[in-house]
Protein backbone atom coordinates (compact mmCIF):
# COMPACT_ATOMS: atom_id res chain seq x y z
CA UNK A 1 0.00 0.00 0.00
CA UNK A 2 2.83 2.42 1.06
CA UNK A 3 6.17 2.05 0.52
CA UNK A 4 9.06 4.05 1.66
CA UNK A 5 12.28 2.27 -0.28
CA UNK A 6 15.40 3.76 0.97
CA UNK A 7 14.39 7.18 1.83
CA UNK A 8 16.12 10.11 3.20
CA UNK A 9 15.41 13.62 3.74
CA UNK A 10 17.73 16.60 4.42
CA UNK A 11 17.58 20.22 5.65
CA UNK A 12 19.76 22.95 5.16
CA UNK A 13 20.16 24.50 8.60
CA UNK A 14 22.01 27.72 8.15
CA UNK A 15 25.09 26.21 6.08
CA UNK A 16 24.86 22.66 7.35
CA UNK A 17 23.22 19.94 6.61
CA UNK A 18 20.76 17.61 9.10
CA UNK A 19 19.12 14.78 8.19
CA UNK A 20 15.66 14.25 9.35
CA UNK A 21 15.14 11.19 7.76
CA UNK A 22 18.33 8.49 7.16
CA UNK A 23 17.27 5.68 4.29
CA UNK A 24 14.16 4.52 5.95
CA UNK A 25 12.64 1.49 4.26
CA UNK A 26 9.28 0.25 5.14
CA UNK A 27 5.94 -1.35 4.16
CA UNK A 28 2.84 -0.57 5.07
CA UNK A 29 -0.13 -3.03 4.22
CA UNK A 30 -3.52 -2.67 3.21
CA UNK A 31 -5.66 -2.45 6.11
CA UNK A 32 -3.05 -1.95 8.60
CA UNK A 33 -2.71 0.23 11.36
CA UNK A 34 0.46 1.50 11.43
CA UNK A 35 2.46 3.62 14.20
CA UNK A 36 5.63 5.05 14.10
CA UNK A 37 6.76 6.37 17.63
CA UNK A 38 9.95 8.10 18.27
CA UNK A 39 10.79 10.87 21.01
CA UNK A 40 10.68 14.70 19.47
CA UNK A 41 13.07 15.25 16.48
CA UNK A 42 13.13 11.72 15.95
CA UNK A 43 11.95 12.29 12.25
CA UNK A 44 9.10 10.84 12.39
CA UNK A 45 6.21 13.89 11.20
CA UNK A 46 9.11 14.34 8.26
CA UNK A 47 8.59 10.89 7.15
CA UNK A 48 5.04 11.19 7.60
CA UNK A 49 4.93 14.07 5.39
CA UNK A 50 6.75 12.01 2.42
CA UNK A 51 3.92 9.68 1.65
CA UNK A 52 1.55 12.97 0.29
CA UNK A 53 4.96 14.73 -1.25
CA UNK A 54 4.26 17.71 1.40
CA UNK A 55 7.92 16.71 1.68
CA UNK A 56 10.14 15.49 -1.20
CA UNK A 57 13.16 13.27 -0.61
CA UNK A 58 16.63 13.87 -0.87
CA UNK A 59 17.13 10.68 -1.57
CA UNK A 60 15.25 7.00 -2.43
CA UNK A 61 11.12 6.81 -3.09
CA UNK A 62 7.90 6.73 -1.67
CA UNK A 63 5.49 4.42 -3.30
CA UNK A 64 1.61 4.35 -2.89
CA UNK A 65 -0.70 1.60 -4.27
CA UNK A 66 2.72 0.74 -6.99
CA UNK A 67 2.91 4.10 -7.78
CA UNK A 68 5.88 6.38 -7.21
CA UNK A 69 4.21 9.72 -5.83
CA UNK A 70 7.52 11.95 -6.14
CA UNK A 71 7.33 11.37 -9.86
CA UNK A 72 4.01 12.42 -10.33
CA UNK A 73 3.66 16.06 -12.30
CA UNK A 74 1.76 18.65 -10.07
CA UNK A 75 -1.50 17.81 -11.17
CA UNK A 76 -1.67 14.38 -10.62
CA UNK A 77 -0.12 14.77 -7.69
CA UNK A 78 -3.09 16.57 -6.41
CA UNK A 79 -5.48 13.57 -7.19
CA UNK A 80 -3.17 11.37 -5.75
CA UNK A 81 -3.65 13.60 -2.51
CA UNK A 82 -7.09 13.42 -2.64
CA UNK A 83 -6.74 9.27 -1.99
CA UNK A 84 -4.58 10.01 1.27
CA UNK A 85 -6.63 11.82 4.00
CA UNK A 86 -4.39 13.65 6.49
CA UNK A 87 -5.12 14.71 10.52
CA UNK A 88 -3.00 17.14 12.37
CA UNK A 89 -2.23 17.55 15.87
CA UNK A 90 -3.82 20.68 15.88
CA UNK A 91 -7.03 19.74 13.82
CA UNK A 92 -5.69 22.84 11.19
CA UNK A 93 -9.53 23.32 10.46
CA UNK A 94 -10.47 26.51 8.37
CA UNK A 95 -11.63 28.93 11.27
CA UNK A 96 -13.69 30.84 8.56
CA UNK A 97 -15.88 27.55 7.75
CA UNK A 98 -18.85 26.08 9.56
CA UNK A 99 -17.67 22.27 10.41
CA UNK A 100 -20.25 21.34 7.73
CA UNK A 101 -18.31 24.04 5.37
CA UNK A 102 -14.96 21.94 6.48
CA UNK A 103 -15.82 19.08 5.68
CA UNK A 104 -17.57 20.03 2.34
CA UNK A 105 -14.23 21.70 1.14
CA UNK A 106 -12.29 17.99 -0.06
CA UNK A 107 -15.73 17.30 -1.83
CA UNK A 108 -15.63 20.78 -3.43
CA UNK A 109 -11.77 20.04 -4.46
CA UNK A 110 -13.17 17.13 -5.86
CA UNK A 111 -15.87 18.89 -8.27
CA UNK A 112 -18.66 16.81 -7.00
CA UNK A 113 -21.86 18.50 -7.22
CA UNK A 114 -23.56 20.58 -4.38
CA UNK A 115 -26.77 17.91 -4.13
CA UNK A 116 -24.35 15.31 -3.52
CA UNK A 117 -22.08 17.39 -0.96
CA UNK A 118 -24.98 17.88 1.44
CA UNK A 119 -25.79 14.29 1.93
CA UNK A 120 -22.05 12.99 1.78
CA UNK A 121 -21.53 16.09 4.76
CA UNK A 122 -24.73 14.73 6.36
CA UNK A 123 -23.12 11.16 6.01
CA UNK A 124 -19.85 11.93 7.53
CA UNK A 125 -21.27 14.23 10.83
CA UNK A 126 -23.12 11.08 11.66
CA UNK A 127 -20.40 8.66 10.99
CA UNK A 128 -18.13 10.94 13.57
CA UNK A 129 -21.18 11.67 15.82
CA UNK A 130 -21.65 15.38 14.93
CA UNK A 131 -24.94 15.73 13.54
CA UNK A 132 -26.03 18.64 15.82
CA UNK A 133 -22.69 20.81 14.95
CA UNK A 134 -22.64 21.14 11.36
CA UNK A 135 -23.74 24.84 11.53
CA UNK A 136 -20.96 25.68 14.19
CA UNK A 137 -17.67 27.04 13.89
CA UNK A 138 -14.52 25.19 14.71
CA UNK A 139 -13.65 27.96 17.67
CA UNK A 140 -16.95 26.46 19.31
CA UNK A 141 -15.86 23.06 19.87
CA UNK A 142 -14.35 21.10 21.87
CA UNK A 143 -10.08 19.39 21.32
CA UNK A 144 -12.21 15.84 20.70
CA UNK A 145 -14.96 17.63 18.36
CA UNK A 146 -12.91 19.44 16.20
CA UNK A 147 -10.41 16.43 15.93
CA UNK A 148 -13.80 14.52 15.04
CA UNK A 149 -14.42 16.89 12.09
CA UNK A 150 -10.54 16.76 10.89
CA UNK A 151 -11.37 13.49 10.76
CA UNK A 152 -14.19 13.63 8.92
CA UNK A 153 -13.05 16.12 6.59
CA UNK A 154 -10.13 13.37 5.91
CA UNK A 155 -12.49 10.57 5.09
CA UNK A 156 -14.63 13.01 2.92
CA UNK A 157 -13.10 12.03 -0.68
CA UNK A 158 -12.93 8.49 0.07
CA UNK A 159 -9.27 8.36 0.59
CA UNK A 160 -7.80 4.38 1.10
CA UNK A 161 -5.08 6.02 3.34
CA UNK A 162 -5.63 8.12 6.12
CA UNK A 163 -2.10 9.95 7.84
CA UNK A 164 -2.33 10.89 11.57
CA UNK A 165 0.03 13.66 12.58
CA UNK A 166 -0.06 13.06 16.37
CA UNK A 167 -3.61 13.44 15.93
CA UNK A 168 -4.49 13.05 19.95
CA UNK A 169 -1.37 14.61 21.46
CA UNK A 170 -3.66 17.73 22.04
CA UNK A 171 -6.35 15.88 23.76
CA UNK A 172 -6.77 14.80 27.24
CA UNK A 173 -6.55 11.05 28.32
CA UNK A 174 -10.35 10.48 27.72
CA UNK A 175 -10.67 12.16 24.58
CA UNK A 176 -7.53 10.27 23.17
CA UNK A 177 -9.56 7.13 24.02
CA UNK A 178 -12.84 8.20 22.02
CA UNK A 179 -10.49 9.39 19.21
CA UNK A 180 -8.12 6.22 19.28
CA UNK A 181 -11.70 4.27 19.15
CA UNK A 182 -12.82 6.38 16.16
CA UNK A 183 -9.55 5.90 14.00
CA UNK A 184 -10.15 1.83 15.37
CA UNK A 185 -13.54 2.37 13.24
CA UNK A 186 -12.36 3.90 9.79
CA UNK A 187 -10.03 0.82 9.94
CA UNK A 188 -12.26 -2.22 10.57
CA UNK A 189 -15.42 -0.50 9.20
CA UNK A 190 -14.46 1.40 6.41
CA UNK A 191 -11.38 -0.64 5.38
CA UNK A 192 -9.02 2.43 5.44
CA UNK A 193 -5.03 1.63 5.81
CA UNK A 194 -3.77 4.15 8.45
CA UNK A 195 -0.56 5.46 9.16
CA UNK A 196 0.06 7.05 12.23
CA UNK A 197 2.86 8.77 14.26
CA UNK A 198 3.05 9.72 18.10
CA UNK A 199 5.25 9.52 20.74
CA UNK A 200 2.67 7.61 22.98
CA UNK A 201 2.92 4.13 23.44
CA UNK A 202 -0.73 3.88 24.84
CA UNK A 203 -1.73 4.70 20.95
CA UNK A 204 0.35 1.71 19.38
CA UNK A 205 -1.12 -0.33 21.97
CA UNK A 206 -4.09 0.69 22.06
CA UNK A 207 -4.76 0.66 18.13
CA UNK A 208 -1.90 -0.40 15.71
CA UNK A 209 -0.90 -3.72 14.48
CA UNK A 210 2.65 -2.52 13.41
CA UNK A 211 4.62 -0.22 14.65
CA UNK A 212 8.37 1.44 13.99
CA UNK A 213 10.26 2.95 16.20
CA UNK A 214 12.13 5.86 15.20
CA UNK A 215 15.52 7.64 16.64
CA UNK A 216 17.57 10.21 14.94
CA UNK A 217 15.82 9.46 11.50
CA UNK A 218 16.35 5.99 11.40
CA UNK A 219 14.24 3.16 12.32
CA UNK A 220 15.66 1.09 14.72
CA UNK A 221 13.09 -1.90 15.29
CA UNK A 222 9.38 -2.55 13.24
CA UNK A 223 7.52 -5.30 13.48
CA UNK A 224 4.23 -6.69 14.56
CA UNK A 225 3.03 -4.71 17.91
CA UNK A 226 2.60 -8.30 19.93
CA UNK A 227 6.57 -9.30 18.78
CA UNK A 228 7.88 -5.87 19.85
CA UNK A 229 5.97 -5.62 23.21
CA UNK A 230 6.41 -9.31 24.60
CA UNK A 231 10.34 -9.07 23.20
CA UNK A 232 11.68 -5.58 22.20
CA UNK A 233 15.45 -5.64 20.85
CA UNK A 234 16.52 -1.72 21.26
CA UNK A 235 16.97 0.00 24.49
CA UNK A 236 14.92 2.79 23.12
CA UNK A 237 11.83 0.35 22.72
CA UNK A 238 12.50 -1.33 25.55
CA UNK A 239 11.48 2.82 27.43
CA UNK A 240 8.73 3.49 25.62
CA UNK A 241 7.20 -0.08 26.51
CA UNK A 242 7.76 0.52 29.86
CA UNK A 243 6.25 4.00 29.64
CA UNK A 244 3.06 2.21 29.54
CA UNK A 245 3.72 -1.22 31.49
CA UNK A 246 5.80 -1.59 34.64
CA UNK A 247 7.19 -5.13 34.25
CA UNK A 248 9.15 -4.84 36.74
CA UNK A 249 8.42 -3.41 41.11
CA UNK A 250 10.05 -1.16 42.09
CA UNK A 251 13.63 -1.05 43.28
CA UNK A 252 12.14 -0.04 46.95
CA UNK A 253 9.85 -2.83 46.51
CA UNK A 254 12.68 -5.20 45.17
CA UNK A 255 14.98 -4.66 48.30
CA UNK A 256 12.18 -4.66 50.92
CA UNK A 257 11.43 -7.94 49.55
CA UNK A 258 14.77 -9.44 49.46
CA UNK A 259 15.35 -7.93 53.34
CA UNK A 260 12.07 -9.32 54.58
CA UNK A 261 13.17 -12.60 53.45
CA UNK A 262 11.63 -13.43 50.52
CA UNK A 263 13.16 -15.94 48.21
CA UNK A 264 14.39 -15.74 45.01
CA UNK A 265 12.36 -14.28 42.13
CA UNK A 266 11.48 -15.37 38.90
CA UNK A 267 10.28 -13.37 36.33
CA UNK A 268 7.77 -15.59 33.41
CA UNK A 269 6.68 -14.18 30.43
CA UNK A 270 2.94 -15.70 28.97
CA UNK A 271 2.49 -15.17 25.11
CA UNK A 272 -0.44 -15.58 22.81
CA UNK A 273 -2.09 -18.98 23.82
CA UNK A 274 0.27 -19.73 26.92
CA UNK A 275 -1.31 -16.44 28.80
CA UNK A 276 -4.67 -18.63 28.94
CA UNK A 277 -3.49 -22.26 29.85
CA UNK A 278 -3.11 -22.73 33.37
CA UNK A 279 0.31 -23.85 32.74
CA UNK A 280 1.84 -22.31 36.43
CA UNK A 281 -0.88 -24.35 38.69
CA UNK A 282 -0.28 -27.62 37.22
CA UNK A 283 3.01 -27.43 37.23
CA UNK A 284 2.94 -26.25 40.05
CA UNK A 285 1.04 -29.09 41.17
CA UNK A 286 2.83 -31.84 39.79
CA UNK A 287 5.85 -31.42 41.42
CA UNK A 288 4.20 -30.49 44.70
CA UNK A 289 5.27 -26.72 45.44
CA UNK A 290 3.76 -23.62 45.64
CA UNK A 291 4.25 -20.60 44.19
CA UNK A 292 3.51 -17.02 45.25
CA UNK A 293 2.56 -14.28 42.30
CA UNK A 294 4.56 -10.71 44.09
CA UNK A 295 3.73 -8.68 40.98
CA UNK A 296 2.64 -8.71 37.43
CA UNK A 297 0.49 -7.84 34.69
CA UNK A 298 -2.04 -9.34 32.18
CA UNK A 299 -2.48 -7.16 29.26
CA UNK A 300 -4.21 -7.76 25.62
CA UNK A 301 -2.70 -6.56 22.52
CA UNK A 302 -3.47 -7.00 19.10
CA UNK A 303 -6.84 -9.07 20.37
CA UNK A 304 -4.14 -11.47 22.39
CA UNK A 305 -3.23 -11.58 25.45
CA UNK A 306 0.53 -10.87 27.24
CA UNK A 307 1.17 -11.73 30.76
CA UNK A 308 4.51 -10.73 32.58
CA UNK A 309 4.43 -12.31 36.65
CA UNK A 310 6.79 -12.26 38.69
CA UNK A 311 6.80 -14.81 41.31
CA UNK A 312 8.53 -17.01 44.01
CA UNK A 313 8.31 -20.57 45.01
CA UNK A 314 7.57 -21.82 48.23
CA UNK A 315 9.04 -25.52 48.65
CA UNK A 316 12.19 -28.02 48.34
CA UNK A 317 14.95 -26.27 45.97
CA UNK A 318 15.20 -29.38 43.77
CA UNK A 319 11.70 -29.37 42.89
CA UNK A 320 12.10 -25.72 42.36
CA UNK A 321 14.36 -26.04 39.91
CA UNK A 322 12.51 -29.21 38.11
CA UNK A 323 9.35 -26.99 38.02
CA UNK A 324 11.80 -24.00 36.56
CA UNK A 325 13.16 -26.38 34.29
CA UNK A 326 9.84 -27.54 32.71
CA UNK A 327 8.42 -24.10 32.35
CA UNK A 328 11.55 -22.68 30.18
CA UNK A 329 9.89 -25.82 27.73
CA UNK A 330 6.55 -23.61 27.75
CA UNK A 331 7.43 -19.96 28.51
CA UNK A 332 10.09 -17.02 28.93
CA UNK A 333 11.19 -17.61 32.73
CA UNK A 334 13.92 -15.64 34.13
CA UNK A 335 15.26 -15.08 37.52
CA UNK A 336 14.86 -11.68 38.88
CA UNK A 337 18.06 -9.26 40.20
CA UNK A 338 17.43 -6.12 41.56
CA UNK A 339 20.73 -3.86 40.26
CA UNK A 340 22.49 -3.57 43.82
CA UNK A 341 22.57 -7.50 44.15
CA UNK B 1 -12.82 89.33 7.10
CA UNK B 2 -16.14 87.37 7.83
CA UNK B 3 -17.10 84.82 5.77
CA UNK B 4 -19.81 85.09 3.83
CA UNK B 5 -21.62 81.46 5.12
CA UNK B 6 -24.59 81.41 1.93
CA UNK B 7 -21.72 80.62 -0.63
CA UNK B 8 -19.41 78.95 1.54
CA UNK B 9 -22.05 76.29 2.76
CA UNK B 10 -22.00 74.95 -1.33
CA UNK B 11 -18.36 75.04 -1.60
CA UNK B 12 -17.89 72.97 1.87
CA UNK B 13 -20.29 70.47 0.37
CA UNK B 14 -18.86 70.16 -2.99
CA UNK B 15 -15.35 69.68 -1.06
CA UNK B 16 -16.67 67.02 1.25
CA UNK B 17 -17.74 65.14 -1.69
CA UNK B 18 -14.31 65.71 -3.69
CA UNK B 19 -12.53 64.43 -0.69
CA UNK B 20 -14.79 61.30 -0.19
CA UNK B 21 -14.54 60.48 -4.01
CA UNK B 22 -10.58 60.70 -3.40
CA UNK B 23 -10.72 58.60 -0.32
CA UNK B 24 -12.86 55.48 -2.04
CA UNK B 25 -11.36 55.83 -5.15
CA UNK B 26 -8.08 55.40 -3.92
CA UNK B 27 -9.14 52.87 -1.02
CA UNK B 28 -10.56 50.80 -4.33
CA UNK B 29 -7.67 51.01 -6.66
CA UNK B 30 -5.62 50.22 -3.70
CA UNK B 31 -7.01 47.63 -2.31
CA UNK B 32 -7.19 45.94 -5.80
CA UNK B 33 -3.43 46.32 -6.12
CA UNK B 34 -2.53 46.13 -2.55
CA UNK B 35 -4.49 42.67 -1.79
CA UNK B 36 -2.87 41.16 -5.13
CA UNK B 37 0.88 43.02 -4.18
CA UNK B 38 0.26 41.55 -0.43
CA UNK B 39 -0.68 37.68 -1.70
CA UNK B 40 2.14 37.99 -3.88
CA UNK B 41 4.61 39.01 -1.11
CA UNK B 42 3.11 36.33 0.97
CA UNK B 43 2.94 33.24 -1.05
CA UNK B 44 6.53 34.07 -2.49
CA UNK B 45 8.21 34.21 0.72
CA UNK B 46 10.50 31.33 1.47
CA UNK B 47 8.67 27.89 2.22
CA UNK B 48 5.28 29.23 0.95
CA UNK B 49 3.13 28.07 -2.04
CA UNK B 50 4.40 29.38 -4.78
CA UNK B 51 8.10 30.33 -3.12
CA UNK B 52 9.76 32.88 -5.73
CA UNK B 53 12.56 34.89 -4.19
CA UNK B 54 12.74 37.57 -7.26
CA UNK B 55 9.59 38.15 -6.83
CA UNK B 56 9.43 38.59 -3.01
CA UNK B 57 12.95 40.90 -3.09
CA UNK B 58 11.77 42.86 -5.69
CA UNK B 59 8.28 43.67 -4.37
CA UNK B 60 9.62 44.01 -0.27
CA UNK B 61 12.33 46.50 -1.78
CA UNK B 62 9.72 48.82 -3.82
CA UNK B 63 7.27 48.57 -0.78
CA UNK B 64 10.26 49.69 1.75
CA UNK B 65 11.05 52.65 -0.68
CA UNK B 66 7.99 53.70 -1.19
CA UNK B 67 6.26 53.47 2.28
CA UNK B 68 9.46 55.77 4.25
CA UNK B 69 8.67 58.66 1.86
CA UNK B 70 6.57 61.48 3.61
CA UNK B 71 3.66 61.58 1.51
CA UNK B 72 3.77 65.35 0.72
CA UNK B 73 7.20 64.58 -0.62
CA UNK B 74 6.67 61.73 -2.94
CA UNK B 75 3.59 63.81 -4.33
CA UNK B 76 5.92 66.03 -5.62
CA UNK B 77 8.35 64.27 -6.57
CA UNK B 78 6.38 62.06 -8.76
CA UNK B 79 4.61 64.97 -10.37
CA UNK B 80 5.77 64.39 -13.46
CA UNK B 81 4.89 60.27 -13.55
CA UNK B 82 1.03 61.38 -12.42
CA UNK B 83 1.06 64.35 -15.60
CA UNK B 84 1.62 61.30 -17.91
CA UNK B 85 -0.51 59.21 -16.40
CA UNK B 86 -3.13 61.32 -15.55
CA UNK B 87 -2.99 64.46 -18.19
CA UNK B 88 -2.59 66.76 -14.76
CA UNK B 89 -1.35 67.43 -11.70
CA UNK B 90 -3.74 69.42 -10.05
CA UNK B 91 -7.40 68.38 -9.02
CA UNK B 92 -8.77 65.51 -7.22
CA UNK B 93 -8.38 62.86 -10.04
CA UNK B 94 -4.59 63.87 -10.78
CA UNK B 95 -4.66 63.54 -6.66
CA UNK B 96 -5.61 59.51 -7.00
CA UNK B 97 -2.83 58.74 -8.45
CA UNK B 98 -0.22 59.23 -6.22
CA UNK B 99 -2.87 58.12 -3.10
CA UNK B 100 -3.25 55.37 -4.90
CA UNK B 101 0.10 54.09 -5.63
CA UNK B 102 1.09 54.86 -1.90
CA UNK B 103 -2.31 53.08 -0.47
CA UNK B 104 -1.46 49.85 -2.76
CA UNK B 105 2.41 49.59 -0.87
CA UNK B 106 0.66 49.97 2.35
CA UNK B 107 -2.02 47.96 2.05
CA UNK B 108 0.02 45.52 0.21
CA UNK B 109 1.98 45.26 3.89
CA UNK B 110 -1.19 45.08 5.82
CA UNK B 111 -2.17 41.87 3.73
CA UNK B 112 0.94 40.30 4.17
CA UNK B 113 1.07 40.90 8.02
CA UNK B 114 -2.22 39.61 7.92
CA UNK B 115 -1.79 36.33 6.04
CA UNK B 116 1.41 35.70 7.78
CA UNK B 117 -0.91 35.18 11.12
CA UNK B 118 -2.97 32.33 9.78
CA UNK B 119 -1.85 29.25 11.22
CA UNK B 120 0.28 27.28 8.47
CA UNK B 121 -1.40 24.01 9.75
CA UNK B 122 -4.10 25.42 7.78
CA UNK B 123 -2.27 25.88 4.43
CA UNK B 124 -0.74 22.90 4.82
CA UNK B 125 -4.04 21.25 5.53
CA UNK B 126 -5.70 22.84 2.15
CA UNK B 127 -2.43 21.22 0.30
CA UNK B 128 -2.45 17.87 2.04
CA UNK B 129 -6.46 17.82 0.17
CA UNK B 130 -4.96 18.11 -3.33
CA UNK B 131 -5.58 22.00 -3.41
CA UNK B 132 -4.07 23.83 -5.93
CA UNK B 133 -1.63 27.51 -4.82
CA UNK B 134 -4.35 29.58 -6.80
CA UNK B 135 -7.16 27.24 -5.05
CA UNK B 136 -5.52 27.96 -1.83
CA UNK B 137 -4.84 31.75 -2.27
CA UNK B 138 -9.05 32.04 -3.10
CA UNK B 139 -10.61 29.89 -0.94
CA UNK B 140 -8.08 29.50 2.51
CA UNK B 141 -5.75 32.53 2.73
CA UNK B 142 -8.15 35.15 1.86
CA UNK B 143 -11.18 33.78 3.58
CA UNK B 144 -9.15 33.19 6.49
CA UNK B 145 -7.29 36.45 6.44
CA UNK B 146 -10.73 38.58 5.60
CA UNK B 147 -12.07 39.67 9.25
CA UNK B 148 -8.73 41.53 10.34
CA UNK B 149 -8.18 42.77 6.65
CA UNK B 150 -11.04 44.91 6.56
CA UNK B 151 -9.72 46.43 10.10
CA UNK B 152 -6.75 47.15 8.07
CA UNK B 153 -8.74 48.28 5.20
CA UNK B 154 -10.39 50.73 7.76
CA UNK B 155 -7.01 51.59 9.12
CA UNK B 156 -5.59 52.74 5.92
CA UNK B 157 -8.93 54.64 5.04
CA UNK B 158 -8.13 56.76 7.96
CA UNK B 159 -4.45 57.22 6.73
CA UNK B 160 -5.81 58.11 3.15
CA UNK B 161 -8.51 60.81 4.94
CA UNK B 162 -5.60 62.82 6.21
CA UNK B 163 -3.47 62.02 2.86
CA UNK B 164 -6.04 63.41 0.98
CA UNK B 165 -6.25 66.58 3.05
CA UNK B 166 -2.31 66.65 2.13
CA UNK B 167 -2.81 66.39 -1.49
CA UNK B 168 -5.90 69.38 -1.51
CA UNK B 169 -2.59 71.26 0.10
CA UNK B 170 -1.00 71.03 -3.16
CA UNK B 171 -4.24 71.66 -5.58
CA UNK B 172 -5.67 68.45 -5.20
CA UNK B 173 -9.50 69.95 -3.82
CA UNK B 174 -10.74 68.90 -1.05
CA UNK B 175 -11.26 69.41 2.67
CA UNK B 176 -7.71 70.03 2.72
CA UNK B 177 -8.04 72.81 0.01
CA UNK B 178 -10.47 74.52 2.00
CA UNK B 179 -8.93 74.56 4.95
CA UNK B 180 -5.58 75.47 3.72
CA UNK B 181 -6.79 78.50 1.67
CA UNK B 182 -9.75 79.92 4.14
CA UNK B 183 -8.37 78.37 7.57
CA UNK B 184 -4.19 78.85 7.03
CA UNK B 185 -3.90 81.41 4.51
CA UNK B 186 -7.09 84.00 5.32
CA UNK B 187 -6.52 82.93 9.20
CA UNK B 188 -10.53 81.98 9.20
CA UNK B 189 -10.93 79.82 12.02
CA UNK B 190 -14.67 79.12 11.92
CA UNK B 191 -14.08 77.75 8.51
CA UNK B 192 -11.11 75.75 10.07
CA UNK B 193 -13.16 74.46 12.61
CA UNK B 194 -15.99 73.27 10.30
CA UNK B 195 -13.55 71.29 8.23
CA UNK B 196 -11.87 69.85 11.17
CA UNK B 197 -15.58 68.45 12.43
CA UNK B 198 -16.13 67.47 8.80
CA UNK B 199 -13.44 65.20 9.19
CA UNK B 200 -13.59 63.87 12.50
CA UNK B 201 -17.01 62.74 11.37
CA UNK B 202 -15.96 61.01 8.43
CA UNK B 203 -13.19 59.10 10.20
CA UNK B 204 -15.80 58.04 12.77
CA UNK B 205 -18.09 56.65 10.59
CA UNK B 206 -15.20 54.95 8.67
CA UNK B 207 -14.38 53.32 12.06
CA UNK B 208 -17.70 52.45 12.79
CA UNK B 209 -18.16 50.41 9.54
CA UNK B 210 -14.90 48.50 9.53
CA UNK B 211 -15.78 47.69 12.96
CA UNK B 212 -19.11 46.46 12.08
CA UNK B 213 -18.39 44.40 8.84
CA UNK B 214 -15.32 42.93 10.08
CA UNK B 215 -17.26 42.21 14.01
CA UNK B 216 -19.66 40.37 11.69
CA UNK B 217 -16.87 38.46 10.02
CA UNK B 218 -15.24 37.19 12.74
CA UNK B 219 -18.60 36.46 14.28
CA UNK B 220 -16.78 38.06 17.86
Known sequence: MIEFRNVTKTFKVGKNEVAAVKNVSLQIDKGDIYGIIGFSGAGKSTLLRLVNMLERPTNGTVHIQGTDVGKLPAKKLRTQRQNIGMIFQNFNLFQSRTVAGNIAYPLKL???SKAKIQSRVNELLQFVGLEDKAKHYPEQLSGGQKQRVGIARALASSPDILICDEATSALDPNTTADILRLLKKVN????????????????????????????????IEKGRVFDTFTDPQHETTQRF????QQDLPSEQVLKEWTESGGGTLYRILFKGDSAIDPILSTTARKYDIDFNIVYGSVRELEERLFGNLIISFIGDSDKTNQ??????????IKEVYASWQ | MAVDWSTFWPRILEATGETLIMVIATLIFGSIFGIVIGLLLFVTRENNILENKVVFQLLNFLINIIRPIPFIIFLVAISQLTRLVMGTTIGTAAAIFPMTIVASFTIARVVENNLVSIDPGVIEAAKAMGASPLRIIFTVLIPEALGPLILGLTFVSIALIDFSAVAGTVGGGGLGHIAM????????????????????????????????????????
Open chain 1, 241 to 244: IQSV
Open chain 2, 181 to 220: TYGYQRFDASVMIVTVLILIVMVQIAQWLGNTISKKIMRR
Open chain 1, 188 to 219: SDLGITILLITHEMGVIQSICNKVAIMENGEV
Open chain 1, 323 to 332: VIQELEKIVD
Open chain 1, 110 to 112: AGI
